[in-house]
């Protein structure tokens, strides 16, 4: 029987091409609509640390101004002093502490063969890797030593690699930074992109991934050049390097991995008795106040999908219905010139129920056509957002997941805008057409 | 000239769930395209908002030393010089940082007091270290007061503080801090610590990141920290032309700086408001799909009434009725389901636009962008009816005993 | 076969209620060919719509094939419309944008047959009607008679137990027409039972009963005698 109604539904389209046609642009332009915006929506809003949600925190501590409230996000800072980050480095005793900061550093080959280059860096404690998911390509992270006494080691991408050693094997071999020596101790995989970058949102949350990774404590070596947010509220006498890392200034962004309640409570008494502490030293003068936020509370308290992203999503569903309501009018429009015969296969012998599915299939037939389309038409549209923002190159991809809910989505709207058609033509009297037309 | 109007509503009324479908789509579409112009004009609006300084002919650039070397006060001045030496380059100036929109930058807090004092007021405003031909490079208009002199300029070593340095701010903040007083000659307060004395004002000008509430507070201070790096903006006529020759003046006196991220001011004008021009077409493409979804509504569903009431039409042009009102009675069924449409867009445009502005702190919708959005539509679906209004009109006669 | 007991029908518009049949009494024994006249709008096609299902009706009792149909729900009334009943009408009412073979499997496809079934069926029938060959061909490639004898294959190949034809020939030219009744003649000859709504004398004299329906009620019958009950042959 289904084939049978398919088939009427095929010379039905057939019958009437323009109007057919009309609906499934209709339809597929809806649909695309909603598509490209909710593919846009889903990536930005997604987390790509969902997996370890529950014992992922971004560490924050209310060390601000006692006269003013911190301004942005929710009251307080996003970032830690150096000397809070370091505490919970040296002391916090949580499951794995990520203390990083973005730097711009110029990079070199040691024997000067190639023009210098700045890049796109972090300071990183090695937990970074693990916690963030960064795939090795060559090597793996710098040691536990390496990492509390801030030795001269890096992790570079695959890009670097291929411009300082043509592709060779660069474990073991050293580039310039800064002006100083650094041995290489791992490559990262050129697959690692992380979007929305969660692990540092201060300045945009759709960027490359740095190319290099120096430890963290080399900073209390020297000065690097802050690609990121550095913020204060104190106004106080810096005259070296020293002095600005004993300073109330914020920029180290803190995580932690706290794998079960009893570490997290136990990190937690931590946080506390330190800022009894640190408030007996004259710090942390406002009220205690410390945040552990998950993945997906740092990212909505950071406001990553911004309210462009909103408005888009809202125009395109409302687009979408005005675009169904369309496909019911035409198909309304269609089944009741076809009253006729609906009433002639009533007479027959067709229940309500098989005129009602057999016009249902039409509409569904329709909307398998639109929802083709459209999904061709919502790759075009994914093509044009990539070409209107910048920053979405890597985010406006449609994955297999979305192409299926698309199309179950699509014949799902197809059949409710057909649902009404169908259901008035299948209420038409069989009597009423039987007399002399 | 008689209207048959109520024949007409009384036959739609009798069809009912077509005309109530195609009422919904209209007026759906009709709020969806007002609120979606009132968006698109506030991005148009802030696109195009006067930058306040000579934009269209800037560039600039930065430049970072060898690691280890910092760019010492001779380094500078030479750089400049040799800028101002191209051909084509009408001004170069030294600016710290913050240039504007480069979304990269400083801010602090500024006063009228001293810290400590109770009565303290602050605001933020971006801090901009800057050399005397900054304000004749960018193109800043003085409103009093005077730019910096040259001599006044003071190149301090990293990690200290400057002696004495002079400021120059924009009108916005001097309002809020002079509140109508002359601020030239005045002392203000750099985080409520380092005292600064205005020399002159300026008029606004949008800063390093127009997006932040400080967008039009800007201060320029003659004093710049030496360090291993420093942004040069050149005016010119081409200032797009100008750039490979700024890159090479530069790169010229050391091969081994870092010579970086050389581009007009229009380039990064053009970046920060990428999203703004990308959601002007997305609104744009919308409303036109809108539009063209709607026409071909009408085109089918009059089609559709043109073709079921055929015996009808042939009936009444066999009774007398002329051409003109078929056409008439098609187009003016139109007019009806547009003018109802219209009405009840509005009712859910101003509730759309009463959300977004108690959820998303929008301004508010003015009452007039829906009847005015219904009448565009009304302009496009009468095009759209007309073609098979005048199919129905060229009915004959006969066809009333065709059968 | 077909028995009506008193049945009432009232037409409600906004205005005016209509009883298009009163007190309506009738009783059609298997393998009869009834033809039943009347003036315009006494309530002839009324009778037949409620005869074949296609209406309810206010009052009185309507036995089916021995059952009671008064109390059906509408998909069963579909169901026993499709399995018992075969319609002509006189606007021949096929499909035009299915060809002959398709036109007359449309009831076939809702009694669920297999496609085997239904081919030979609709073979059979179309073989019947004397238009095997043009299966293929779509309705408006026929003549009007060609076109009412597609109409009695389709209501042949469901293998009813009777037919209803609201006035076949209506539109029909008088050899047509006759060609029409021959074939009707010789269907009930086989067995089937006919009732069919006419305008003509002429064609109404060739059944084997005649009754007239004057205001909605039966007034006269057995201007001939019923015809003796002949065996059911199978098409
Ligand atoms: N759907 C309806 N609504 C209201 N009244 C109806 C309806 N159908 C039929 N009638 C009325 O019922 C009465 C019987 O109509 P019916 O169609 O049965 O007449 P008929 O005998 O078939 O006439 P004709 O020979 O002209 O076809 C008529 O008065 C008619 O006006
Ligand atoms: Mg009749």
């Known amino acids: ?437 | 000239m008689i209207l048959d109007t109520a024949p007409i509503l009384k036959s739609l009324w009798r069809s009912k769930v077509g005309p109530l479908l195609i009422i919904a789509q209209l007026a759906l579409s009709i709020a969806i395209i007002s609120n979606a112009v009132f968006f698109l004009q506030g991005r148009v609006d802030k696109i195009q908002r006067e930058t306040g300084a000579d934009s269209q002919a800037l560039a600039q650039v930065w430049v970072k030393e060898r690691p280890g070397e910092l760019l010492r006060q001779e380094i500078i001045e030479r750089d400049l010089e040799n800028l101002r030496a191209l051909s084509g380059v009408r001004n170069a100036a030294a600016i710290g940082q913050s240039v504007p929109f480069s979304h990269s930058g400083g801010s602090s807090g500024f006063s009228r007091l001293p810290e400590g004092d109770p009565k303290r007021v602050s605001k933020p405003a971006a801090t901009m270290p800057a050399d005397h031909a900054a304000v004749a490079t960018l193109g800043l208009t003085l409103v009093e007061g005077r730019s910096f002199f040259p001599e006044e300029i003071d190149y301090y070593p990293r990690n200290q503080r400057p002696g004495t340095a002079s400021a120059i701010i924009t009108e916005s903040l001097a309002e809020f801090l002079f509140e109508g007083q002359s601020p030239v000659g005045q002392t203000v307060f750099l985080a409520g610590a380092v005292p600064l004395t205005v020399v002159g004002v300026v008029e606004d000008f949008l800063g390093y990141f127009p997006a932040t509430d400080f967008a039009y507070d800007n201060v320029l201070i003659s004093a710049i920290e030496l360090s291993e790096k420093v942004n040069y903006v050149v005016q010119g006529e081409d200032p797009a032309g100008l750039l490979p020759g700024v890159r090479q003046a530069l790169q010229n006196t050391d091969a081994r700086r870092i010579v970086k991220d050389e581009r007009t001011m229009a380039s990064m004008i053009r970046v920060h408001y990428s999203d703004d021009y990308a959601m002007v077409i997305l609104l744009l493409l919308v409303m036109v799909l809108l539009v063209f979804v709607n026409t071909l509504g009408v085109v089918g569903i009059t089609t559709f009434w043109v073709n079921q009431r055929r015996r009808q039409v042939g009936i009444r042009r066999a009774l007398g009725a002329t051409r003109l009102a078929i056409l008439r009675y098609f187009l003016v069924e139109n007019v009806i389901l547009v003018t109802l449409a219209t009405f009840v867009g509005a009712c859910l445009a101003l509730m759309a636009g009463h959300y977004f502005t108690a959820h998303h702190a929008m301004a508010a919708l003015p009452w007039w962008y829906a009847p005015f959005a219904g009448g565009v539509m009304l302009i496009m679906t009468q095009a759209a009816a007309w073609w098979p209004s005048q199919r129905a009109a060229r009915v004959p006669a006969r066809e009333a005993i065709a059968g | 076969m077909l028995a009506m007991q008193s049945v009432k029908k009232i037409y409600r518009t906004d205005m005016i209620e209509t009883h298009a049949l009163r007190d309506f009494s009738l009783q059609v024994e298997p393998g009869e060919f009834v033809a039943v006249t009347g003036p315009s709008g006494s309530g002839k096609t009324t009778f037949l719509s409620i005869a074949g299902l296609l209406e309810s009706f206010d009052a009185g009792r309507y036995t089916l094939d021995g059952q009671d149909v008064s109390a059906l729900s509408d998909a069963e009334r579909s169901r026993l419309r499709n399995e018992k009943i075969g319609f002509i009408f006189q606007g021949f009412n096929l499909i035009p944008d299915l060809n002959l073979f398709d036109n007359v499997d449309v009831p076939l496809r809702y009694r669920g047959l297999a496609a085997r079934d239904r081919r030979q069926r609709i073979e059979r029938a179309l073989e019947q009607v004397g238009l095997a060959s043009r299966a293929k061909h779509l309705p408006s490639q026929l003549s009007g008679g060609q076109q009412q004898r597609v109409a009695i294959a389709r209501a042949l190949a469901g293998r009813p137990a009777f037919l209803l034809a609201d006035e076949p020939t209506g539109n029909l030219d008088s050899l047509m027409a006759r060609q029409v009744m021959d074939m009707l003649g010789e269907i009930n000859a086989q067995g089937m039972t006919i009732v069919m709504v006419t305008h003509d004398p002429d064609l109404a004299r060739r059944a084997s009963r005649n009754i007239q329906i004057v205001d909605g009620q039966v007034t006269d019958f057995s201007l001939y005698e019923p015809a003796p009950a002949v065996q059911l042959v199978e098409v």
């Open chain 1, 1 to 437: 029987m289904v084939s049978y109604y398919l088939r009427l539904a095929w010379l039905s389209v057939k019958k009437t091409p323009v109007l057919s046609a009309l609906m499934v642009l209709a339809i597929a332009m809806g649909i695309a609509a909603c598509l490209t915006t909710l593919t846009l929506y889903q990536v930005v809003s997604s987390n790509p640390l969902a997996d370890k949600n529950a014992v992922t925190f971004a560490v924050q501590l209310d060390s601000w101004d006692p006269n003013e409230d911190y301004w942005a996000v929710n009251g307080v800072p996003e970032q830690l002093t150096y000397q809070d980050a370091k505490a919970i480095y040296r002391t916090g005793n949580a499951d794995q502490t990520v203390l990083t900061s973005r730097i711009g550093v110029t990079v070199e080959a040691t024997d000067a063969s190639t023009p210098p280059k700045v890049e796109d860096a972090r300071l990183a404690t090695r937990d970074f890797f693990s916690v963030f998911d960064v795939p090795f390509r060559y090597g793996g992270p710098w040691s536990a030593t390496a990492d509390a006494h801030g030795e001269q080691q890096v992790v570079i991408s695959t890009a670097l690699q291929h411009h300082f050693f043509a592709g060779e094997y660069p474990v073991g071999k050293s580039v310039m930074v800064e002006g100083e020596v650094y041995t290489i101790v791992g490559v990262m995989d050129e697959r690692w992109t992380m979007t929305p970058s969660v692990y540092d949102l201060n300045t945009g949350a759709f960027k490359e991934p740095p190319q290099l990774f120096l430890p963290f404590f080399n900073v209390e070596r020297r000065p690097f050049a802050s690609w990121g947010n550095v913020v204060g509220w104190k106004n106080e006498d810096v005259r070296s390097h020293q002095d600005f890392l004993a300073t109330e200034m914020a920029w180290v962004q803190t995580w932690v991995s706290l794998n079960t309640p009893e570490a997290r409570a136990e990190f937690e008494q931590f946080l506390v008795n330190y800022i009894h502490n640190e408030k007996q030293k004259g710090r942390f003068e406002r009220p205690l106040k410390y945040y552990l936020n998950t993945p997906e509370q740092w990212l909505s308290i950071n406001g990553v999908v911004s309210r462009d992203n909103r408005i888009l999503v809202y125009l395109s569903l409302a687009f979408l219905a005005v675009c169904l309501v369309n496909a019911v009018v035409l198909l309304l429009a269609k089944f009741l010139r076809k009253a006729p015969e609906a009433g002639l296969r009533r007479a027959l012998g067709a229940s309500r129920a098989a005129v009602f599915v057999q016009h249902l299939a039409e509409a569904a037939v329709i909307g398998a056509l639109g929802s083709a389309l459209g999904l061709l038409l919502s790759w075009f549209g994914l093509v044009g957002v990539r070409s209107l923002y910048s920053h979405y190159q890597e985010v406006a991809v449609m994955s297999g997941f979305t192409v299926i809910a698309a199309l179950v989505f699509a014949l799902v709207s197809a059949l409710v805008s057909g649902a009404l058609p169908a259901w008035q033509v299948s209420r038409s009297q069989p009597a009423r057409y039987l007399k002399a037309q």
